[in-house]
Each structure stands twice: as structure tokens, then as C-alpha cells.
């Protein structure tokens, strides 16, 4: 399986971005479909921001809770990140992540930069 996340960039503070990743050379529907986003800086560690299940129920964090909604469109194997009145402590590379719920089986993508900053 492959993952390839695409949409970071260079938002102020209260702005909004809209991450994707698109999964290929696997069975997209078979997938639980998570973001991670991992900051810069010692002492930062990835941390799990979204998740979305094969029959679409939704997880995040106290820490972004209300500002980020995770979604996913089966037919084009794509889950998206849309984030919303981002801070400057949103600033990571974000990163998707696949985990079969058959079988053990896990892919990650390499990741895009988020930064928040004016």
C-alpha cells in the first residue's frame, strides 16, 4: 500500500487548510483511516489528531476536537483533513495512516508541512 498526503502550506493563525491523502495498492475500504501530525523540536512526538473507521465513525483529541473533521470518499481512496481557526501550535508535519481491520497490515505516508504562523 502507498499513501501520499498533499495540501500543507503556510496559513496565519485562524486560517484553514484542507490536507488529502490518497491511498493506492490497497482495498481502501478495508482501512481504518488516521492523521498524525508531529511537531518540531525536542520533546515532540507524533501525536494521533483524527481518525475515521471503515464505516465512517470519528475520533480526535480534546486539542483539536471542533476545529479539525476527518472524512473519506471510498470511491476515490482519498481521506481528507479539514482544519479550521488553526494556531501556531497546529504548526507539524501531518502525516496519514492505514490500518487494516482484518488483517495486520499498516502503511504510512511521508507527510506534509503545516505551518501556522503571521
Known amino acids: 500500500g502507498q499513501l501520499v498526503e498533499s495540501g500543507g502550506g503556510f496559513v496565519q493563525p485562524g486560517g484553514s487548510l484542507r490536507l488529502s491523502c490518497a491511498a493506492s495498492q490497497l482495498t481502501f475500504i478495508y482501512y481504518d483511516m488516521s492523521w498524525y501530525r508531529q511537531g518540531q523540536g525536542p520533546g515532540k512526538e507524533r501525536e494521533l489528531v483524527?481518525?475515521?473507521?471503515?464505516?465512517?465513525?470519528?475520533t480526535y483529541p480534546d486539542s483539536v476536537n471542533g476545529r479539525f473533521t476527518i472524512s473519506r470518499v471510498n470511491d476515490k481512496n482519498t481521506v481528507y483533513l479539514q482544519m479550521h481557526s488553526l494556531k501556531p501550535e497546529d504548526t507539524a508535519v501531518f502525516s496519514c495512516?492505514?490500518?487494516?481491520?482484518?488483517?495486520?497490515?499498516?502503511?504510512w505516508g511521508q507527510g506534509t508541512q503545516v505551518t501556522v504562523s503571521s
Open positions: 483524527a481518525t475515521i473507521t471503515t464505516d465512517n465513525r470519528t
Open positions: 495512516g492505514a490500518k487494516n481491520v482484518h488483517w495486520y497490515a499498516e502503511y
